[in-house]
């Protein structure tokens, strides 16, 4: 099927309420207040979101959001990492909303003084999908939204990792790495790593902001290229989401691990030549949803078949209680394998996928029961579900558009037809029911001739049921190795309610408008129905177009004064939304609940100016953005324990802690004046080697044109520079 994932400026979805909330109430507005007009606005899955255009008097930004219904006391400050700069306009969202009606509002600090705001409308955030064995009763948690509760908002006491391609090497967070032990994680590889030990399993959301690439993510990846996510054995409680923000966060060379982890969500990513697997879930995991994901190519393996890359989104060695939904595979060679070498059953959902163009393993099964519905299988080249070695799949309510070989078993049916495209092995048994079937070469049933071909007891694709709740008989089998269907979906929960099956009229259009990223994800690509159904070569036109990818992220951060310390994100609840704190928080995580409080009484510097930078003055204000900058690169650990600093009115409580390690590198376009504020803790600083000394707390240099470097002279906390 055609299709052109627009931006998401320019898109509004328009549902049936009875057909699916999903992406409820995404679209534009345009809203003008004195000096500031936001552009676009709209709703999604337990986000919503507001764009405008920049002011130009602004020194920053501070967005908010509230419950629609809620008095304008209630608005709660987004955490300044959602706001973000694109080249002609800015871009805020709010994440871990539970389904209801917002309202966001957008505050300009202008640099002469004063603020100019302007309001959204009412914007709708849908529910996402919890369904399938993810959320099963009998599963080990009950649950696989990770860091979030089921109705979408952060758990009590969450913490929050804000990764940029800027700081994916240096971001920290403190982990309990042994009873009673608190260490600093540095780096998103090295927090993982301390969080493998088992004894933190506090909810953890690590936010990815834009196209993280594998060179950003250098030293933090294993040796595969993978983002290791492991726990200390089988089925480690991570209680983690990996997450994107907004339509444009790209795991972008590099592919995620998962390894002894349960209750872990992996959503609204991007993921663009991946080594091998894009998402790969290898051996002891449970309760791990992945869901709302955009999948590329991977980078070509060795064999023949592996130019698209290898499995798109594998699991394997007794990962079970999985549910994998709503994500856009493009084009995938190999889609999803499921099971290597296991000899007991294990549970696994695909639901509400869009399989577009793509050519096989949708899902390749060994041994599991797996429960696959309402997936749309558009212009497939080689086959759709496969089952061998005594699997079991309920294949139900699915679209299968131009799908050559929709259902296959090892050795029989369409398998033993002469092509040999699908496996030696010992075969499985499927019970289809309620599928839409269009364009299939061969589709064999053993007890009805409703197929390509007349019923075949005994070598079939699959057995037809004349309900969902029919019990397939012992009597039909596999040819090759005997086994029957263990009609599993009739005998334990498989998380999903016959009401939450959808007609299956209803799929494709449900399945195009929601699978993928919030908005369709900013990366757009159509397919030629006449070409791409029955091709499954590399498609080069859209390998070239994802190779040459580029990011319109700008900055991230508003750079905005937060006003002060960040409470945590469980504190003051709204009537429906998840509070976000009314500072913006530490850059690098959300506090946790026992954290120390950020002194206030640590003096400020007792000379410190008061004149306001000049116009085009390049400022860094490490309590608002952290370490991501557009303008300086920073290297070096942040904190928030070291005191508070009152800076031209600004109360700062973040600083870059002055070590051995740390540098803050520029380029001066011409002459200029560096002032840089710190706490009464240092006394001297180097700039190109040179000392200089910080008196009452401020650092003056003058500079010639040209690259500068900040390091260390003696220990000190940086909360503040300037160049102008």
């Known amino acids: 099927m055609n299709r052109i994932v627009a931006k998401v400026t320019s898109i509004v979805l328009l549902f049936s309420l009875g057909l699916t909330l999903l992406f409820s109430g995404w679209g534009t507005a345009v809203v003008h207040a004195a000096g500031l007009t936001v552009t676009g606005s709209g709703g999604g899955n337990e986000a919503a979101y507001v764009e405008w255009s920049p002011v130009s008097n602004a020194s920053g930004y501070k967005v908010f959001v509230k419950a629609a219904s809620a008095a304008d006391s209630q608005y709660q400050q987004l955490h300044n990492e959602l706001i973000r700069k694109y080249g002609s306009y800015w871009r805020a969202d709010a994440v871990g909303l539970a389904a209801g009606s917002y309202v966001m509002k957008v505050e300009a600090v202008l640099s002469g003084g004063g603020t100019a705001s302007a309001v959204t409308g009412t914007l709708a955030a849908a529910p996402y999908d919890r369904s399938g064995f993810a959320f099963a009763a009998q599963s080990p948690y009950g649950t696989g939204s990770g860091a979030y509760t089921d109705n979408g908002t952060l758990k009590s006491g969450a913490q929050v990792l804000y990764v940029t391609s800027q700081n994916a090497q240096t971001v920290t967070l403190p982990v309990v790495s042994s009873s009673g032990t608190v260490q600093t ?207 079991s799949a309920f294949v139900e309510g699915n679209v299968f558009r131009n799908t050559k070989n929709p259902m296959l078993s090892s050795l029989q049916g369409t398998d033993a037809l002469g092509e040999g495209t699908f496996s030696g092995e010992n075969g499985g048994m499927i019970k289809a029911f309620n599928n839409s079937v269009v364009g299939a070469a061969s589709l064999i049933y053993a007890n009805s001739g409703a197929g390509t071909a007349p019923a075949n007891a005994t070598s079939s694709d699959a057995y037809l049921a004349s309900s969902r709740s029919e019990a397939v008989p012992g009597s039909y089998k596999a040819l090759v190795g005997g086994t029957a269907y263990n009609n599993f979906d009739t005998l334990v929960d498989t998380g999903v309610s016959a009401a939450a099956v959808d007609n299956v009229s209803a799929v494709e259009q449900k399945v195009t408008a929601g699978a993928g990223r919030q908005g369709g994800g900013d990366f757009s690509w159509s397919f030629n129905n006449a070409v791409d159904d029955t091709a499954y070569a590399l498609n080069a036109p859209l390998m070239s177009a994802i190779r040459s990818y580029t990011s319109g992220l700008v900055s991230v951060g508003g750079n905005a004064n937060p006003g002060g310390p960040s409470p945590t994100p469980a504190a003051t609840p709204v009537p429906t939304v998840t509070p976000v704190p009314t500072a913006t928080p530490v850059p690098t ?79 001066a376009a011409k002459a200029s004046t560096l002032t840089l504020v710190f706490n009464s803790e240092g006394t001297k600083i180097k700039v190109d080697g040179t000392s200089y000394p910080i008196t009452n707390g401020v650092a003056t240099v003058s500079l010639a044109a040209g690259t500068h470097t900040i390091s260390k002279d003696s220990t000190a906390n940086l909360y503040y520079l300037v160049v102008e």
């Open 589 to 667: 995580a959300t506090p946790v609940p026992t954290a120390t409080p950020v002194p206030t009484t640590t003096p400020a510097p007792t000379a410190a100016p008061t004149s306001t930078p000049a116009p085009g003055a390049a400022i860094h204000n490490f309590t608002a953005s952290g370490t991501s900058s557009s303008f300086f690169t920073i290297q070096g650990n942040l904190s928030t324990s070291k005191g508070t600093v009152v800076y031209n009115g600004l109360t700062l409580t973040q600083c870059l802690k002055i070590e051995s390690a740390t540098s803050v590198q520029f380029t």
């Open 185 to 391: 994680g540095v780096g998103l590889g090295g927090i993982l790593s301390l969080r493998q030990k088992g004894y933190d399993t506090t909810p953890l959301a690590i936010r990815l902001i834009g196209k993280v690439t594998a060179a950003d993510l250098s030293g933090q990846l294993n040796s595969g290229g993978y983002l290791e996510v492991k726990g200390k054995s089988n089925y480690t409680a991570m209680n983690l989401t990996i997450e994107g923000i907004g339509t444009d966060a790209y795991a972008y060379g590099w592919g995620l691990l998962l390894r002894y982890a349960g209750n872990v969500e992996v959503r609204n990513l991007g993921l663009m030549l991946f080594p091998d697997d894009g998402i790969s879930m290898d051996t002891g995991n449970a309760n791990v949803w992945v869901h709302n994901n955009d999948i590329f190519y991977g980078s070509a393996g060795s064999d023949a078949d592996q130019a698209k890359g290898d499995g798109s989104t594998d699991l394997k060695k007794g990962s079970t209680y999985i549910t994998i939904s709503y994500n856009h595979y493009f084009d995938s060679g190999k889609a999803a394998l499921v099971g290597l070498s296991e000899s007991a059953e294990f549970f696994v959902t695909f639901h509400h996928n869009w399989f577009d163009h793509s050519d096989s393993r949708h899902p390749r099964i060994r041994v599991a029961s797996v429960h696959v519905y309402n997936n749309f299988y558009d212009g497939v080249s080689k086959y759709g579900v496969g089952v061998t070695t005594g699997a």
